[in-house]
C-alpha cells in the first residue's frame, strides 16, 4: 500500500529544525541588542545622558553597567551557559523595565523594548534548547 501524507501535517523533524533556526534567530538578535547596549554604555556614555538623567542614575554607572550587560550577552550566547545569561539578562532587563516606572512612565519605548528582548530571549532559548522544552512544556 503507498501511503499519502497529508500535506498540512509537517515531519517532526523539520519543525524542530525550524524551530531551532528561530531560536538562534531570537538568540542572535538579543545578543546584538544586548552588546550595543554595553558597547554604548561603555565607550560612548554620552549618547544615553538624558535617559540616564531622567532616570535618576548618575553617568559613572556606566562604566559598571556597561560590563555587566556585555558579560550577560556573552553568558547568553555560550549554548553551556545560556540558561545562567537568561536567568542574568531577564534581572537586567527587570531592572530597564522598573526604573521608568519608578517616575511614571509606565509603557515608555524603552520598558516595551525590554518587555520584547525578555520574551525574545526565553523565546530564543526555548526554541533552541530541548531542555527548556522539557522543563516547560507549553502543550502536552
Known sequence: MIETMNLHQ?????????????GRMMSAFVVIALLADGTIQLFAPARIASMLQETGFAMDLTRVVGPIVLACAILYAIPATAVLGAILVTGFLGGAICAPVRIG???????????????????????????IRAILPLIR
Open 10 to 22: 509537517v515531519p517532526e523533524a523539520t519543525t524542530l529544525h525550524r524551530a531551532l533556526w528561530a
Open 105 to 131: 512612565e509606565l509603557g515608555s519605548p524603552p520598558e516595551l523594548v525590554s518587555l520584547l528582548l525578555g520574551a525574545m530571549t526565553w523565546g530564543g532559548l526555548y526554541a533552541r534548547d530541548p531542555r
